[in-house]
């Protein structure tokens, strides 16, 4: 039986150490700005990327991988003898599923397949390291497949943005479209559901949204054991430091993890944000 190797893209943002230590290959999505293609991760890193973007009067694009750079990556796994599971950032978020789909079809269905995540950033990362831990295990595909599946109901995610100014240049906010033209100082509260960004509510300042968070994940978390837990953020790095050593008193989770934003997401969510995703149970 051939292992199994974890194939994501770079919105899961997985920290390097994580990724050096499970069966795990993150292929770049790129970003293109004032005439140059970087990318994501590799080219421009987080820091740097919120850094200029909270300075420019222009706003980057984002592109997803092409079937080419698929069908390179799979190709060289399949030769090395491994089956290949594609756990890419949602269909909601982005045409890299429909992609990735496509190119699958001309490969062995019993040597690759792919899932609709329907997460993104540190929510993805997780249900990642689930299907790798059990790849690291000696599962086969379709073991790792229903891991990963099984893995998205226990996973949870809610952020809060300083501004809605980047969710709505990339027409991704759904429900939250409604705040728009609302009060400067309102914070919304969002989650990734059903695959979409979607919006919870909003509040007055940014110490009642992360309260808010809080709340939320306790809520989804249910009582339900072990937890993993992970902070991240664009540009804001203290404030998440804070928010994770809160919630790891509060949890009393197995595993924390600080990351950061993707610069490809944080494109889309800009400076300042905050995010918390949990995986409890499972």
Partial sequence: MNSVMIVTDSSAYLPMELVANQPIRVIPLTLNWDGRTYRDG???????FYSRLSKSSSLPTTSQISAGEFERNISELLAADYDVLL??????????????????????????AVLDTKLVSMALSFQVLEAARAAAAGANLAECQQTAQQAYGHIGVYFTV????????????????????????IKPILEIRGGN???????RTRRKAIESMLHLV??????RSPVRLSVFHALARDTAEDLLETARVRFSPIECILSEISPVVGTHVGPGTIAVAYQAGG
């Fill in 42 to 48: 590799v080219d421009i890193l987080a820091t740097e």
């Fill in 87 to 112: 756990l890419p950032i949602s269909r909601g978020i982005s045409s890299t599923y429909q992609t990735a789909a496509c190119v699958v079809k001309s490969f062995p269905a019993e040597r690759v």
């Fill in 162 to 185: 300083d501004t809605l100014k980047y969710l709505s240049a990339g027409g991704r906010i759904n429900s939250a479209k409604r705040l728009l033209g609302t009060a400067l100082n």
């Fill in 197 to 203: 960004i979607e919006l919870v509510s909003s509040v």
């Fill in 218 to 223: 306790e809520k989804g978390i249910n009582g």
